[in-house]
């Protein structure tokens, strides 16, 4: 089993910049497609961006696109998620998750394991 840990969050200004990390440990982290999701409040948890095995080929959601760069350190066995030009709407709690399928597609469904989530909060 895979276990995920986040970190990275915290409160910036609108236009500013923050860098989540996801921390995965537990037998072969790095065989699974990992994937960022968000959640704001009274919202549904919604994908972010994700990541392939070896790190070949990332997947951002239009609200992510330009602005967020999904990465993975294969040797540390973290994923990173690099936010920039951040809006007040970025504000949710971020989850980092792992996926065992092949091609797993943007539903939270298609992911295995979950870590507990960091608080991202942009100021206007």
């Known amino acids: 089993q895979v276990q995920l840990v986040e970190s990275g969050g915290g409160l910036v200004q609108a236009g500013g910049s923050l860098r989540l990390s996801c921390a995965a440990s537990?037998?072969?982290?790095?065989?699974?497609?990992m994937a960022w999701f968000r959640q704001a409040p009274g919202k549904e948890r919604e994908f972010v961006a994700k990541?392939?095995?070896?790190?070949?080929?990332?997947t951002y959601a239009d609200s992510a696109k330009g602005r967020f760069t999904i990465s993975r350190d294969e040797a540390k066995s973290t994923v990173y998620l690099q936010m920039s030009s951040l809006k007040p709407e970025d504000t949710a709690i971020y989850y980092c998750?792992?996926?065992?399928?092949?091609?797993?597609?943007?539903?939270?469904?298609?992911?295995?394991?979950w870590g507990q989530g960091t608080q991202v909060t942009v100021s206007s």
């Open positions: 537990g037998p072969t982290p790095n065989n699974y497609v």
């Open positions: 998750s792992a996926s065992s399928r092949l091609l797993p597609s943007v539903v939270a469904q298609n992911y295995d394991y």
């Open positions: 990541i392939s095995r070896r790190g070949a080929v990332p």
